[in-house]
Structures are given as structure tokens and as C-alpha cells.
């Protein structure tokens, strides 16, 4: 299992991290066999498994939930849990209540998208015992701020900011990065000049390491399909099928067979009295 110095010493040797999101047990067991090297409860799970418009439903609850059945899942896996919207922007008090939900029910360390605000909490949590993973770029949880989903750092004060806000969160003792929807080459040169491992999504080749959500690569998502997403498998097609053939299986009488039922009850035999 991958720990928080794993990060920095992959980036050191030039191997790629591989991140892939996670939010339940079944599927969390299915990765735990791969050679993913870390996995992310991400509070995208609001948009993929419960169907909201955005992230900024996901509560603190959902997020405990879900971390606590991948955990039971993927036993060999490092889990990343995202802090969900503004869970983190209040008291120091309720921001460590939610931070100490998500470590007790499994996380091993903990994710945050901005810099500004936050570099603070972020060194009171890693010096609480707590590892960060930052967050940058196209911030999900901002969306109403940033005017909708869209590529960020593009203009150069853009990028200069994004470049210090990264400094930061790293000053700050983040051990990872995740830069989300940023130009490749800014993406690139941030890698260049940090020493933590920087983990893209839409931020081209050359950041440390890449994460995709579950159900995009594996292409189950019907109607999401962002320019930065490659389907590794047609998901909902092998789905859609399967359970077709099911249907038509047990209305023609195809399903169940012998093989699939229990045989004959069997009668216990009582001593009978002469
Ligand atoms: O919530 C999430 O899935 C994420 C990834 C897109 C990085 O934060």
C-alpha cells in the first residue's frame, strides 16, 4: 500500500500515480485487485452515484458513508476523502469535526480544493496528525463562482496566481497536488517547480500523476463526455446487454434452470414404532 512519502518518491523516480475515484464496497473490492496506486472518495459521488448538478450537495455524512465502504473494500489501497463544500470554511472547531469524521471511517488522508483560506487549516491538519492532498484549477466546488465548469489558468495573472497558490498549499504541507482542467503546459511547469507530487485531470501528460472518476473510464456515464476523459471500457453498453438478455432470459422461460434451483426437499425419515 502506497504511504504519503510514496507520493514524493514516485515524482522523485519518474513513475506515474495512478488515482481513480471510488464510493463503494463492490467496486472498491474490484479496484483493491488492480495496481491502482490510490484511490479517491471524491465528492463528485453527489453528481455519479446520487444524481445532483453539482458537488455542492455532498455533505460530510455521504462522504463518511462512502469512505467507510470503500475502506472496508479496498484494504490495500491508499484512500484520499474529499472535504465536501464549505465543510472546511467554518469554525476550526467544526472544520476538524469533519475531518475526524472522514479519518475515523477510513480515510487516509484528506482533499481540499482552493489555497486561499485554507493554508492554515491545512497546517493545523497535517500537524495534527492528518495528510493533505490540495486542490487546483477548476475547483469544482467554486463552480458558481468560477461561472461554470471551464478550463482555468489561462491568462498569465491566471497562471501566476495558480502557480502561488500551489507554492502555497505545498508551503503549507500538502504531500499531492490534483490540478483539474488547466492548460498542459502551466500544468507542466507547476509540476516542474514543486517537489510534492502533482496528480492531473485534464491538465495533459506531464503532471506527476493522472486521476479519472470511475464511471467515465470505465464508460459508464451516458452523458458526460468532457474532451479530457478516455473510456477505457463501453461500461453501460456490457451493462445495457447483460441485463437485456436477463429480461429475455426469464420471460422465455431461459432462466432459471435446473442447475440454478434447489433440488427436492428431502423428507426426514422418523423411527416408527413396531
Ligand atoms: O471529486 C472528485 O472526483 C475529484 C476529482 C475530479 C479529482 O475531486
Known amino acids: 500500500m502506497m504511504n504519503v512519502f510514496d507520493f514524493g518518491k514516485k515524482k522523485a523516480a519518474g513513475e506515474k500515480i495512478t488515482m481513480i475515484t471510488c464510493y ?11 495496481g491502482i496506486d490510490c484511490l479517491l472518495v471524491g465528492d463528485s ?7 445532483f448538478e453539482s458537488t455542492l450537495p455532498a455533505t460530510v455524512d455521504m462522504m463518511a458513508l462512502a469512505t467507510a465502504a470503500v475502506a472496508r473494500g479496498a484494504k490495500d489501497k491508499f484512500i ?49 496528525g492528518v495528510p493533505v492532498m490540495g486542490h487546483l484549477g477548476l475547483t469544482p466546488q467554486s463552480v458558481n463562482v468560477l461561472g461554470g465548469y471551464r478550463v482555468q489558468g489561462g491568462t498569465d495573472a491566471a497562471a501566476e496566481r495558480l502557480m502561488e497558490d500551489a507554492k502555497a498549499l505545498q508551503d503549507a504541507g500538502c504531500f499531492a497536488l490534483v ?14 517547480e514543486l517537489t510534492i507530487a502533482t496528480i492531473g485531470i485534464g491538465a495533459g501528460a506531464d503532471t506527476d500523476g493522472q486521476v479519472l472518476v470511475f464511471q467515465d473510464l470505465l464508460g459508464l456515464n451516458l452523458d458526460f463526455r468532457p474532451k479530457f476523459v478516455k473510456k477505457f471500457a463501453e461500461g453501460a453498453a456490457l451493462f ?25 426437499r428431502r423428507v426426514a425419515k422418523t423411527a416408527r414404532r413396531a
Not at 105 to 127: C, S, Y
Open 24 to 34: 463503494d464496497y463492490t467496486s472498491a473490492r474490484i479496484v483493491d485487485k488492480t
Open 45 to 51: 459521488l453527489a453528481m455519479t452515484m446520487h444524481g
Open 80 to 128: 484520499v476523502a474529499d472535504l465536501p463544500f464549505l465543510s472546511y470554511r467554518k469554525s476550526l472547531s467544526d472544520n476538524m469535526d469533519a475531518a475526524l469524521k472522514l479519518m475515523q471511517a477510513g480515510a487516509h488522508a484528506l482533499k481540499l480544493e482552493g489555497a486561499e483560506g485554507n493554508t492554515e487549516f491545512v497546517r493545523h491538519l497535517v500537524d495534527s
Open 179 to 192: 490540478l483539474e482542467c488547466v492548460p498542459a503546459d502551466l500544468a507542466a511547469r507547476i509540476s516542474q
Open 240 to 264: 445495457t446487454d447483460a441485463i437485456e438478455q436477463y429480461n429475455k432470459d426469464v420471460k422465455t422461460g431461459e432462466f432459471p434452470h435446473a442447475e440454478h434451483s434447489f433440488g427436492p
